[in-house]
């Protein structure tokens, strides 16, 4: 059974907001038991992905919207100070400076008196490693020094964000984001399944507290279930009956305590988030819920270990169609836990 409880919402991460304040004003109004830090990729080219997760990293040169390793300088000594950071646990190096996660500092400043863990997120290994170049536009992925080095600046940086967030609740949730795994087994991502495992098994491996992994498209999901992950996180809206397809991942999963966190609020644009009601969104929960339920897994089990997260992150949308989307989340999960406390009552 989940330590958490059953369908808690929190979010994936990000928001269209350019005000700190009043996008952590948001996330508390709706999230209060599971606030995440806000990402504000609108705010600053510094605040988007990858160049958030980047800034210390050796040789980074961030370019407007593009982030590269710059091999012509002498990458030795600054790969020689990451390494010792990592072995010597130097949490400071890899601290996220304001101008990279506004968000994050004023969330920092917050009293989430409600709050039963609070969560937050950096982005995976692989995605980093696509989105991330050399000078001759190579991804980082495929260079087994540079993959291996960000694997642990990322580690580094979660671990920091672990430490960080401990400040404000002593249960924290930490994500690794990681959209580019929708293209595994496609020549777009040429690497094998157990090196994707390495490299997220290394950046998990700096988090102490709960670990999820989210995806937002289709994936393998057996390669994500057999880690050591606690908590899975999936757009529920769209690939519900893809993530059926694995039961047996799934139920050792589940068995071992393992979260499932089900994006059921779409965000593609506004008028779809428009379109939904906390009504429609609920109906498609329980579809998910009894579809997976219908390859084996007891319903009791999922319903047990369940929270709840828009499908992906909400900085496409407008402001309003972001609080709308949080609103809607926040209204399924009032729906559900009422459930659960009606047949436990």
Known sequence: MSVLPAFLPTAVGSLPHTDPEAACDLVLRWLPHIPTWPQLPRRDVRERLPAQFCGGFPGVVIEGGRVYVDRRQDMDAGLERLYASYLS????????????????????????????????????????????????????????????????????QAAWQEWALRRLAARTIVFVDEPYLAAFGSAYLAVEREEVQRLLEEVLGGIEGLKGV????????????????????????????????????????????????????????????????VGSLTERLWSALRLVASKGIPLDDLLAASLLTPACGLATLSEAAAARALELLAGVSAQMRAVLEGETG
């Open 89 to 156: 646990r130097d949490l400071d190096s890899a601290a996220l400076d304001a101008d990279f996660a506004s968000g994050l500092r004023h969330f920092l400043s917050l009293r989430p008196e409600s709050a039963v863990a609070v969560k937050g997120q950096v982005l995976g290994p692989v995605s980093w490693g696509l989105t991330v170049t050399d000078q001759d536009r190579r991804a980082i992925l495929y260079d087994d020094i540079l993959a291996d080095a960000a694997a642990r600046y990322l580690h580094l």
């Open 214 to 277: 989210h995806c937002c498209g289709n994936t393998d999901w057996s390669l994500l279930l057999e880690t050591s992950v606690d908590i899975l996180n999936f757009d529920a809206y769209d690939y519900a009956e893809a993530l059926s397809l694995y039961p047996q991942a799934l139920s050792a999963f589940l068995r071992r305590g393992g979260v499932i966190a089900w994006g059921i609020v779409p965000t593609a644009n506004d008028a779809q988030v428009m379109a939904e009601s």
